[in-house]
C-alpha cells in the first residue's frame, strides 16, 4: 500500500509557482481519494472497540435489557463517526466497518428475539434503519476492490455521512418496546381468574363507582374545614375550596383521618390501588411514560422507560391481578374514564387489565403526546389529537359527556338483567397544568386562582354523575381519594413535604366512602363506625357520618371490596393491603391501631423510585400505643438544605403529625425496632421482589 506524504510531494514544487503548488496539492487531494485503502493508522484502537462491541452485543442479547438497545444505537453513530474521520483522510479499519455492522446487526436480532408491541413496531423501523446503513457499510467495505471507480474516498466520506444520518434518524424513530424480563405470575394469575366462575353466580353485588383524584391534597375538600375537631384544618371557618359534591359521599358516610397513598407518584399509587400490593412488586417505581415515536422537540420521552425501569417493564404488568379483573370475573361491568398512566400498548392497555371500555388518556396532563382515546378488546382509536388537547378547559366537560351516558346505560343493564357495575372515574385534576372552564369559553378563567376554579368545577360535574348515580344509591359503593399529595398547588393541611416526597404531605390524601342501604342489608354489614361525627355546611345544613382514624392506604381498598363480598384473595402472591372492614364495621375501636393477618401492628412503608426510604408502625409506650415513621436516611425536603439528611429520624405521628420533632433519641427502642422492620423488608424485596408465594 502507497504512504502519501503531504510534505514530500510539496516540497518538489518550486515554492516561487504558488500556482503550480495548489495544483500539486489538488492532484494529492485526488490521489487519496482514487486510492482509497484500509491503512490501519491506530491500528490497536478499531480492534480493541470492536472486542468491545462484540461483548456489548453478547450481552443486548443474551440479557435483553432495552436500554443497552437505546445504547445499542448511540455506538452505531459512534462507529459511523469514527468511519467518517477516518474515510476523510482516504483510509478505513476494517475492525470499525465490522464494529458498526455488529452494532446494527445486534439490534435488529434483538427486536426480533425480545421486541413487543407490533410486528410494525418490532420490526419496520429497525430492519429499514439497520439495513440500510449496514449496506452503505458494505460498499466502503468493497470500495478498494472498485478499481475503476474515482473518488473512492469522497464516495466513502459520504457512505459515513449517510451511516450517522439514518443511524441519528433510527435513534429519533426507533420503539423500545421490549418483552418484560421478570418473574412471571401468568399461571397463577390465569388459575385465579377461573376459580372466580365459582362466585359468578347467586349473590346480588354492589355497583361500584370509584372517583380518583390526581394530585389533590389531603386538605383540598371543603368537608376537612367543617369539623371543627379534624387535624391541622381551618376548623369551623368558611372553606376556600367549596365541594359539595364531593362532600356528600361522607353524609351518612365514612371519610378517614390517616389514608395513605402507597406512592408519593401517580403511576405506583395507581398500581397500587389496582393489585392490593407495592409498586415494587410490579417493579413500577416511577411515573410511566409514553413509548410511542413522537418526534416533537423535547416530547421523546419514550427514552425515560428504558432507563428507570431496567426489566423492560412499561406498565403494569399482564399477570398482575387487578381489582377490575376480579370483579369482571364475578360478572360486572367495568368501566375506566379520564387518566390511565400505567402503560400505553399489549398487556398494559386499560382492557387488557380488567376494563370493558375505557375513555380517556393513556397519559398525565403535561406529556408528550396527550391525547384522548376511546379503548375497547385492547384496542383503541383516537378521539382528541394532542393539538387539540393543547387547551385542556373542556376536559373535565369531555369526560363527563362521556362517562354519564355509559353510567345510565350500566343502570339500565343492571335494572334490567342484575349486571352491577364498576366505573372507575380516574379525572386528571388538579395535576398541572392547569385549566378550568368557568366563563364557558374554553379558554379557562384567568380571573381567580385556576387550581380552586379547577376543583370546584370537577365538582360541579361531579354533581351530575352523582345524581344520575342517585338512582341506584342504595345498591351502590362509592369510593374518593387521591394518587398522592399535592405538587405546586393544594393543601396538605400542614403537612410535612408535598408530592414526590416520602412525608406526610406526599402520601396522606382524602378518603371518603359511603356505602347504599341496600348493600349494606345483603351483606349484613353497615359501614359505620363507633365514632359518629355531625357538622354544619356552608349552607347551614346540618350533616353527619363516621370517622375512622386508624391508619390505612389505597393497597387496602382491594383486599377490602374482595373480603366484604366474600371473594378469596389470590394465594400465589404477596397482598400487602389488609382489608378494612373491622374499621369501617364498628369491630375495630375509632383509634385502634391497625394490625396484619398475624395478629401483628400493621407496618406501612413508604416507597419512592424503588426505595423503601420510611415505614410507619405502631409501638407500645408505657402500654399505650402510637403510630411512629421512621426514616433512615431520606434527603431534606427543604430546597435550602438539600444537601442534608434525616438520619434515623423518629417522629411520633399521633402526638406531632407534622413530623416536626424527631424522638429517635428519647425512644431510641423503638427507632431501632422499626429501622429493623424496615431492613428487613427491604431484603425481602431484593430476595423475592413480586412477592412469590410457592
Known amino acids: ?19 503550480a503548488e495548489t495544483k500539486q496539492k489538488k492532484r494529492l487531494f485526488a490521489r487519496k481519494y482514487d486510492k482509497f485503502t484500509f491503512e490501519n493508522k491506530l491500528k490497536s484502537l478499531p480492534f480493541v472497540l470492536f472486542c468491545i462491541e462484540a461483548a456489548f452485543a453478547a450481552t443486548l442479547l443474551g440479557t435483553g435489557f432495552n436500554f443497552l438497545s437505546v445504547c445499542a444505537i448511540v455506538f ?78 469522497l464516495i466513502a466520506s459520504i457512505c459515513a455521512v449517510l451511516m450517522i444520518g439514518v443511524t441519528v434518524f433510527y435513534f429519533l424513530a426507533c420503539s423500545f418496546k421490549a418483552k418484560p424480563t421478570v418473574e412471571s405470575l401468568k399461571a397463577g394469575h390465569d388459575e385465579y381468574l377461573e376459580s372466580l366462575k365459582a362466585h359468578k353466580d347467586g349473590v346480588k353485588r354492589p355497583n361500584i363507582f370509584f372517583v380518583l ?20 384544618l381551618n376548623s369551623g371557618k368558611e372553606p376556600t375550596i367549596k365541594t359539595p359534591n364531593i362532600d356528600s359521599i361522607a353524609e351518612d358516610g365514612i371519610f378517614f383521618d ?33 413509548s410511542n415515536v413522537s418526534l416533537s422537540p423535547f416530547g421523546n420521552t419514550r427514552y425515560f422507560n428504558p432507563f428507570q425501569f431496567l426489566n423492560n417493564v412499561d406498565g403494569i404488568l399482564g399477570d398482575e391481578i387487578t381489582i377490575a379483573e376480579v370483579l369482571k370475573g364475578v360478572g360486572y361491568d367495568t368501566a375506566l374514564f379520564g387518566k390511565w398512566n400505567l402503560g400505553d400498548y399489549g398487556e398494559y392497555l386499560p382492557t387488557n387489565q380488567g376494563f370493558n371500555y375505557f375513555y380517556g388518556s393513556h397519559y398525565v396532563n403535561d406529556m408528550t403526546p396527550y391525547n384522548f382515546v376511546e379503548e375497547k378488546n385492547g384496542e383503541y382509536k383516537e378521539e382528541f389529537s394532542h393539538a387539540e388537547m393543547k387547551d385542556q378547559s373542556i ?69 351530575t354523575t352523582l345524581d344520575i348515580l342517585s338512582e341506584v344509591a342504595d345498591d351502590s359503593i362509592i369510593i374518593f381519594t387521591s394518587d398522592n399529595g399535592p405538587g405546586k398547588e393544594g393543601a396538605t393541611g400542614a403537612l410535612k413535604g408535598r408530592k414526590n416526597t416520602t412525608f406526610e404531605g406526599g402520601h396522606k390524601v382524602p378518603m371518603l366512602m359511603k356505602v347504599g342501604k341496600n348493600v349494606a342489608a345483603n351483606y349484613g354489614k353497615a359501614f359505620e363506625t363507633n365514632d359518629p361525627v355531625s357538622w354544619t355546611n356552608t349552607k347551614g345544613e346540618k350533616k ?29 402472591r404477596v397482598i400487602d393491603g389488609v382489608s378494612m372492614l373491622p374499621a369501617l364495621t364498628n369491630t375495630l375501636p375509632a383509634n385502634a391501631k391497625v394490625k396484619d393477618r398475624d395478629g401483628n401492628y400493621r407496618a406501612l412503608y413508604y416507597i419512592k423510585k424503588g426505595t423503601v426510604q420510611s415505614l410507619q408502625m405502631p409501638a407500645d409506650i408505657n402500654g399505650t400505643p402510637y403510630d411512629f415513621k421512621y426514616y433512615q436516611h431520606v434527603i431534606n425536603e427543604n430546597s435550602a438544605f438539600i444537601d442534608q439528611y434525616y438520619n434515623n429520624y423518629l417522629f411520633n ?30 431484603k425481602g424485596l431484593q430476595t423475592n421482589r413480586r412477592g412469590i408465594i410457592k
Open 1 to 19: 500500500m502507497e504512504d502519501f506524504n503531504d510534505q514530500a510531494i510539496v516540497s518538489e514544487t518550486p515554492s516561487s509557482d504558488a500556482t
Open 76 to 153: 452505531s453513530m459512534v462507529f459511523a463517526l469514527f468511519l467518517l474521520l477516518q474515510a476523510v483522510r482516504g483510509y478505513a479499519s476494517i475492525w470499525t466497518i465490522a464494529s458498526f455492522i455488529m452494532s446494527d446487526l445486534s439490534l435488529l436480532l434483538y427486536f426480533f428475539i425480545w421486541g413487543a408491541g407490533t410486528n410494525a413496531e418490532r420490526f419496520g423501523y429497525t430492519i429499514l434503519f439497520t439495513l440500510i446503513p449496514i449496506a452503505l457499510a458494505i460498499l466502503v467495505l468493497l470500495m478498494p476492490k472498485l478499481k475503476k471507480l474515482t473518488k473512492q474516498g
Open 213 to 232: 383524584m390526581d394530585d389533590m391534597g389531603y386538605a383540598d375538600i371543603s368537608m376537612f374545614s367543617y369539623l371543627k375537631d379534624a387535624q391541622l
Open 258 to 290: 390517616n389514608f395513605y397513598a402507597s406512592s408519593p407518584v401517580c403511576s405506583p399509587s395507581r398500581f397500587g390501588i389496582l393489585t392490593g400490593r407495592y409498586c415494587s412488586r410490579g417493579y413500577l417505581d416511577n411515573v410511566v411514560f409514553p
Open 395 to 463: 376536559t373535565t366537560q369531555r369526560v363527563t359527556e362521556k362517562m354519564n351516558p355509559y353510567l345510565k346505560q350500566q343502570i339500565k343493564n343492571y335494572k334490567d338483567s342484575g349486571t352491577p357495575f364498576f366505573s372507575y372515574y380516574c379525572t386528571p385534576w388538579p395535576h398541572a397544568p392547569l385549566f378550568a372552564n368557568t366563563n364557558g369559553n374554553g379558554q379557562g378563567d384567568t380571573t381567580d386562582d385556576t387550581y380552586i376554579n379547577c376543583i370546584e368545577e370537577f365538582d360541579a360535574y361531579l354533581g
Open 544 to 572: 353527619s357520618g363516621y370517622r375512622v382514624t386508624s391508619s390505612y392506604m389505597n393497597i387496602d381498598i382491594f383486599p377490602t371490596l374482595l373480603d366484604y363480598m366474600g371473594i378469596p384473595l389470590p394465594t400465589d
Open 653 to 682: 405521628l399521633d402526638l406531632d403529625p407534622i413530623e416536626g420533632y424527631n424522638v429517635s433519641k428519647q425512644y431510641a427502642d423503638v427507632a431501632l425496632k422499626l429501622k429493623n422492620q424496615l431492613l428487613d423488608f427491604r
